[in-house]
């Protein structure tokens, strides 16, 4: 499956490159391997934020897709109070 990578997992993407680009430079090895595993974990930063910001996304749009009423906990049905005949609490008007 592909995705999309969100604007934050491009920045952990780049922060990732830094530290590959710095790891490379090293002479010393054991902080050169540090600095790969923490470009490691921003690579998979980056993945999972992207995963999450395009999960938020989508649940903005299911949110604006949904009908205008919502229902109780018990069940009962909640109607938005510009339908005529209905109010906060689903009762009817008197």
Do not use: N
């Not at 999972?48 to 906990?73: F, L, M, N, Q």
């Amino acid at each position: 499956m592909t995705f999309q990578i969100s604007q934050r997992g491009k920045e952990y993407l780049e922060t990732a490159r830094t530290l590959l680009r710095a790891a490379q430079t090293m002479t010393d090895r054991a902080i050169a391997g540090q600095l790969k595993a923490l470009a490691d974990d921003y690579q998979r930063r980056a993945e999972k934020a992207s995963h999450v910001d395009a999960a938020k996304a989508s649940a903005r749009s299911a949110a604006s897709a949904e009908p205008d009423w919502r229902t109780w906990p018990d069940g009962r049905q909640l109607r938005s109070p510009t339908r005529r005949g209905s109010c906060v609490t689903g009762r009817p008007k008197k």
